[in-house]
Structures are given as structure tokens and as C-alpha cells.
DNA sequence: TACGTTAGAGTTATCGATAACTCAATCAAC
DNA sequence: GTTGATTGAGTTATCGATAACTCTAACGTA
């Protein structure tokens, strides 16, 4: 491996002036200058990270951490992530923690050894709470998007899981659904909160009922949909229509609901949050209120950038809400006539 | 930044035996090992990556470079690749070059500058031999994956481009279409080649006559196709169906088909490589030749490895071609009877 | 002419960890 | 009671780069 020191004795100079060729610091003849450029292009010098990292104390790469990397939500929030990033001189490192407090654990670990200039990270749930601890102690910059976690108080870019639901539920109520489950996260995870608390608010605003055995709670990634779909099914008053706690909720759902002959929207409505991108090949489309998943990532590295530069004071966080928008699909129709199913 | 030395002071040892208890290496009594564990946890002390990397010559980092990061099946790859990666005990960095040339060559640089143990890498193109030549002249270890490139004999993973193409048409020949036409990648890219090659080959085996002008190249990301749209429309015979490149090239052949009132398949059959995942959402489902991208990343990972470790000899690169399967979805149908549209 | 400036370098110490070596105490065996 | 092995540490040099300091011509100026 090529270093300063093999560049050094090939142009008949120090290493500090290989150096200061480098990073176009102090002052240099443009002749040496020229010389120990020609040796660098000969030799193939790339400068070593972390030989550079070691002294500057500080690495130039930013932590992107997940919780599903395969949810095209969090893709479009990594692209985000990186253009933005790129265009403020970081590089990217992408971690995905499957909603999974051990590999969360695992990979902060990772990222505080690799010393990262800062992380960006998609909390799995309350626990993260000392995971996030942790970092604070170690004094790395960190926001945290999508969700928030109690008694962590930082930066954070979230949307607006209230408002989102509160929509969602309005436009079914307007179309007469008066039976309205809620398949949400895990409780310990913010969103699904707050998704519940808008549920709850606009049956309240819909003078609709609250009957706390249509709300169920499953993780978001899918799994236990069928159980799900059975218990929504064989309730005495089976629900019209369903709001899911997100994409993949919704999609699990679905193809639950089909496997039993059940057709959405014609016997069951589903709205949810997010969508699957391509939305032109996606039937139904689902109703749903979408997030600026581009732009969770965007204004998250920021934030974050902002924070490592010192932009931001650093006793006041910056909290961003970013609003969704309803978009309606076919996934959801007239409540069906017939009360059971 | 807590250090070894801190942990030293504290414990009243010597860092090099803060080492030997982080490592565990050398004789250290068991009282010792208790007395620094405890200080170790007591100032929550994360090793260094960086000083470590330095002095052990290796990062346990490996780089995934893909060309496009929203395309479901690299994120699939990316998924296989970190699963593999992190079971064999290497962190994954994930760089996306939206297939561009002057991307690739940013990340590279940036990838040799981490010093990486090791590069797995979709090529833009062709003309990433001089990219990839830099990389064996810093003598990092490489697997490419999806595509080859002519002049570059290194270890890789592809998929049976020719043999899927030729399922295909085969396909679409045993449905009666006469007229197939070939909306391909850039033939700078090696897929397209091959998929180029499989299509002529399964012509000529179904006895259809080969029609230059039903052969269109775009890049792989789906620009552009409203051209093509256009282009095949017009043609004095329209084809009946089309082989489309990759997933994106079908996805953006069937929405400019949608906007010009093109029905599929009633009017235009559409067969493709790959799909988008959640296939019991999309419709029409693609008839494609599935390629198993998730042994795409797993495979290439092990092959770097088996080649970081020294496993496999240094002289033999290992060329590894994963099998597609033919499935039929709802974008293929009988050719429609009026010739023209 | 003597002295202060400045351009253009070179030297040395340092970042945090580990390899390789050294060293003192303990213990066993003859 | 020496000698030799073994245990349980400590010392020093090193990885590749940069910060901070030093040094030396050449030059300008009174």
C-alpha cells in the first residue's frame, strides 16, 4: 500500500510537504508542487482514512441505521440520505437493524468504533432509549427520524402520524364506514402511538365508536397478518374497513384478505401510511396518507451536519414535523352492504 | 473520547494489558481481567477502529457498490450482502452509483481511502475497467456481481442473462407472437449484451426472422421509454410484444403504454428480467425471468471472503452464474389479431 | 553591511491501538 | 539451593497522516 512516505522519497521531499500537496495547505513551490503531484499519479496514492481520521479526530463518514432496508419507505428516506449527504462532503455508512433491539445494540457499537461524525437513526422502538443513551454519552451527534423516543430529548425529523390518521379516518367516515379497525405497531414504538391517538381522536370527531377489540397491534413488519385478518373477521361486528399501521402492515393484510376470498375494497376497505413507490403498477392502490420519505433523510442529515458544524445551538434541539398528504387508491370503497361477511 | 490509556490510569494496569483483556489475548490473571472489565464499563469504552485499523493493516469493512439503490432488486442484493456480510463478522458499506460513471469512480476513491478489506461491485459499464484496474492496483480484493467486464478477469457472480432471454421468447413464441421486440440496456453494459444474445438465439430457434429495427438500447432507469413507446408503435409492423431489458424499462414501457391507451396484454405483451418484490400487489404481475438476488449478494460476499482470507487460490478467479426461473404473470398474452394498433 | 521578513521547506510529537520484546516473580525439580 | 520454565505483566516501536514548531536561504531595507 502506497503511503506519504513512498510518495516522499520518490519526489525527494518530506512527508509534510506530500502532505500539505495533498490538502493544499502551507506554502509550496507550484515546482515541488507539480513533482510530488506526478509521483502521486504514478504511484496510485489514495490517502489512507484512517491514518487521517486518527489525528483529525474526525472521519467524514455519516451512520444511516434503519429498521428495514428493504421497506421501500426507508429506501427512498436512504436516498435522501445520501444525496444529501454527498452534496455536504460526508460519506454514507447504511445499517439496517430489522427492527431489533440486539442488532440495533450490535450495530451502534459498530458505528461509535468506527467513530462516525454522526448518526442518523430510525429508533426500533422505546427500548432504544439506552442505546441512544450511549451515544449521547459518547458525545456523537445523532437525530433520530420517524420515530421519537421518550426521554430522549434531540433532534428529530417525524411526520405527522396524527394528522396522517386523522385523514385517513375522515375520508372513511365520509364514505360511510362506521366500523373502523386499526392493525397498528407495536406500542412501543412512536408512531404507532401516535397513529392510535389520531385514530381515536377522529372517531371522536366522526362520533364513531371506540370498541378497543378492533385495535390490534402487531410488529411492522408483516409477519401475523393472518392472525390478524381471522380476528378482525370472526368478530361479532366485523369491521368495513381497516387503517394499518403502515405499508407492509397493509400489504400482509391484503393478502390475507385474499387468500379468504375476502375482496378489498368491495367487502373491506384498507388505508395505511406510505406507499410502495410505483404506484402506476400497484392494484389496488392503496389509499393512504404519504409521507416525503425522501425528505425524512434529507432534512435529517441536515440537521445533522448542522449540529456537528456547530450551526445549531446546542441546547435546543430542532424538532421537524414533515406534513403527509392523502392520496386516494382503490383500496377503499363504499362500506359493503351486508353487515357480516 | 475515552482510550485504552484512560482505562489503564483508571485500573492502575498498563494499556497494553487493557488490550489483552479487550482482545483476549496473552496470560492476564482472572483478578486483572475483573478490574479492567469493570473500568471498561464503567467509562463505556468503544475501541478505536481507526488506531486498531491502522496497526492491523484491516477495517472487518467491506463495500457494497450497486447502480441503483431503489431498484427492488438491488435493495434485495444489498439485503443478502449484509446478512452474509455480518455472519461472517465484516460490517457492510453500501454506496450507490446510479450508474454513473464519474459516481463510481467517487466512490471508489472513497472506498480504497477507508481501506476497505474488500469490494463487491455491480459495474456501471464497460468502461469501469480503468475504475476496477485502479482497485487491483491497490490490491483490495473485488467480486463483481450482475455484470462482467470484458477485460477484467476477477471473481463473479451473474445471472443467466442469455438463458433467461431465451425462455422468454421462447415463451412468447409458444403464444403465438411472430413479432418481438427487444427494448434493451446500453450494450456498454453486459447484461444487455447477453440478453441481446439470448433474444437473437431464441429467434433464430423459433424460426422468426430477426428485425434490427425492433432492437432499441436505453439505460437501465427508465427514461426515455415514452420514446421507445413511441418508436415501436409507429413501426410499419408493430411488434406484438416486448422483451424489456430490465424491471425499470418495463415499468416505464407499460406506463407509456397506459398513457397512450395501450392495453397489456391485450394489445402488447411485456416480458422483463427481475420484479419489484410484493408481487401479490402488482398488476399485471410481470411475466419475468426471476433472477434470486438475494444469493446474488450472499454468494458475492462469500466469494470476497473465501478471497480476503486466501481461501480460494489467487490465480483462479471463481465465476459463479445463478440460474433464473420463468414466471408467468398477467403482462403476456396471446398477440393480438389486427396487426395494427 | 547588518538585520528583520518571508517563502519554502524539514523535524518532531501525536492520534489510539497492537506486535514483539522484555522483565520480575513464582514454582517445580534435581 | 541453583536452574529453568511459566505466569503475569510492562516497554517500546509502529501503523500513516497532520499540527505545531523549527530552520534556512533569499530578499528588502535603513
Redesign the pocket.
Same mark, same amino acid.
Given at each position: 500500500?502506497?503511503?506519504?512516505?513512498?510518495?516522499?522519497k520518490q519526489a525527494?521531499?518530506? !512527508? %509534510?510537504?506530500?502532505?500539505?500537496v495533498?490538502?493544499n495547505?502551507?506554502?509550496?513551490?507550484?515546482?515541488?508542487?507539480e513533482k510530488v503531484r506526478k509521483v502521486m499519479e504514478e504511484l496510485n496514492?489514495?490517502?489512507? !482514512? %484512517?491514518?487521517?481520521?486518527?489525528?483529525?479526530?474526525k472521519t467524514g463518514i455519516l451512520s444511516l441505521l434503519v429498521t428495514d432496508i428493504t421497506n421501500p419507505f426507508y429506501t427512498t428516506v436512504a436516498r435522501g440520505a445520501e444525496d444529501a449527504a454527498r452534496s455536504l462532503g460526508f460519506k454514507l455508512l447504511l445499517g439496517n437493524s430489522d427492527e431489533d433491539a440486539n442488532k440495533e445494540k450490535e450495530y451502534i457499537d459498530m458505528i461509535l468504533?468506527t467513530r462516525v461524525d454522526g448518526i442518523l437513526i430510525t429508533p426500533a422502538g422505546d427500548s432504544s432509549k439506552e442505546r441512544l443513551e450511549t451515544i449521547v454519552r459518547h458525545g456523537t451527534p445523532f437525530v433520530t427520524i420517524d420515530r421519537d423516543v421518550p426521554g430522549i430529548d434531540c433532534d428529530n425529523v417525524v411526520g405527522d402520524s396524527i394528522g396522517g390518521s386523522r385523514k385517513l379516518i375522515d375520508y372513511l367516515a365520509g364514505l360511510g364506514h362506521r366500523v373502523i379497525a386499526l392493525v397498528g405497531g407495536s406500542f412501543d414504538v412512536s408512531t404507532a402511538r401516535y397513529r392510535y391517538e389520531g385514530y381515536r381522536e377522529a372517531l371522536a370527531a366522526n362520533d364513531l365508536p371506540y370498541d378497543e377489540r378492533l385495535v390490534l397491534q402487531a410488529n411492522y413488519r408483516m409477519q401475523d397478518m393472518e392472525a390478524a385478518a381471522e380476528q378482525l373477521l370472526s368478530a361479532s361486528s366485523a369491521p368495513t374497513a381497516i387503517l394499518a399501521g403502515n405499508n407492509m402492515l397493509a400489504l400482509g393484510l391484503l393478502q390475507s384478505f385474499r387468500r379468504r376470498g375476502i375482496d378489498v375494497p368491495g367487502q373491506m376497505s384498507i388505508v395505511t401510511f406510505d406507499d410502495f413507490g410505483h404506484r402506476d403498477l400497484i392494484d389496488p392502490l392503496f389509499t393512504t396518507a404519504v409521507q416525503p420519505a425522501y425528505q425524512f433523510g434529507a432534512r435529517g442529515i441536515q440537521l445533522l451536519v448542522d449540529r456537528i458544524e456547530g450551526k445549531s445551538s446546542s441546547s435546543t434541539p430542532q424538532q421537524c414535523m414533515l406534513p403527509n398528504s392523502l392520496v386516494i387508491g382503490s383500496s377503499t370503497g363504499v362500506p359493503r352492504s351486508n353487515g357480516t361477511l
Open positions: 500500500m502506497v503511503t506519504i512516505y513512498d510518495i516522499a525527494d521531499v518530506s !512527508a %509534510m510537504t506530500v502532505s500539505r495533498i490538502n495547505t502551507g506554502r509550496i513551490s507550484e515546482k515541488t508542487r496514492y489514495v490517502p489512507n !482514512a %484512517m491514518a487521517r481520521g486518527l489525528v483529525l479526530q468504533s
